[in-house]
């Protein structure tokens, strides 16, 4: 199985400032055959079930606010929030889908500081 | 609306069993994958099982395998996890989820059901 680590593990950051998660694969979740990266990230709120902002590592879900965005390649990826909101206090997972099962980080929870 | 329901949760002995469901409404659910996902609360999220559109096709966690069976009946738009053999760490709350786009990640999840495996 493919294993997902992600760093930090807690993160607190002052409103409107930027906040940044990475996120690493135990082996590459980019496809040759068209060239994409398997990767999404989800966040949570409590409560709720998670909710996708990002897949094929980069590309934003359709009404995620433009804030969110993420980047990496192969087994390297970040989630970037350019100015925290207050809304944005949440558990963000990343996720693999490159290999069954599909695997996925240990969370990174976000708090405002 | 598009929307899944889990249902059939509840508390249950070791070595029990349970049968849970995930009604869909709003997309033509015969065309999915459909998953189940669990999360012990407080901690994070781990694939348990999937099943393609027809039924023909599963896939089950190591952890789960021979324990677990996941179903669906296309007529009802229903989607069911059998798990048998229940063990205290099998307590978690199960979602269902499935991609309705081809992007592969999951855009549509239930609520959840919380099963807790306890004497």
């Known amino acids: 199985d493919i294993v997902m680590t992600q760093s930090p593990d807690s993160l607190a950051v002052s409103l409107g400032e930027r906040a940044t998660i990475n996120c690493k694969s135990s082996?590459?979740?980019?496809?040759?055959?068209?060239?994409?990266?398997?990767l999404a990230w989800y966040q949570q709120k409590p409560g709720q079930p998670p909710k996708v902002l990002i897949y094929w590592a980069s590309a934003r879900d359709s009404g995620v606010p433009d804030r969110f965005s993420g980047s990496g390649s192969g087994t390297d990826f970040t989630l970037t929030i350019s100015s925290l909101q207050a809304e944005d206090v949440a558990v963000y997972y990343c996720?693999?889908?490159?290999?069954?099962?599909?695997?996925f980080g240990q969370g990174t929870k976000l708090e405002i500081k | 609306e598009v929307q899944l329901v889990e249902s059939g949760g509840g508390l249950v002995q070791p070595g029990g069993c349970l049968r849970l469901s995930c009604a869909a409404s709003g997309f033509t659910f015969s065309n999915y994958w459909m998953h189940w996902v669990r999360q012990v609360p407080g901690k994070g999220l781990v694939w348990v099982s999937r099943?393609?559109?027809?039924?023909?096709?599963?896939t089950s966690a190591d952890s789960v395998k021979g324990r677990f069976t996941i179903s669906r009946d296309n007529a009802k738009n229903t989607v069911y996890l059998q798990m048998n053999s229940l063990r205290a760490e099998d307590t978690a709350l199960y979602y269902c989820?499935?991609?309705?786009?081809?992007?592969?990640?999951?855009?549509?999840w239930g609520q959840g059901t919380m099963v807790t495996v306890s004497s």
């Open positions: 996720q693999q889908y490159y290999s069954t099962p599909c695997t």
């Open positions: 989820a499935t991609y309705l786009r081809d992007q592969g990640a999951f855009d549509l």
């Open positions: 082996q590459s979740v980019l496809y040759s055959s068209n060239n994409k990266n398997y």
């Open positions: 099943i393609n559109g027809d039924g023909s096709s599963t």
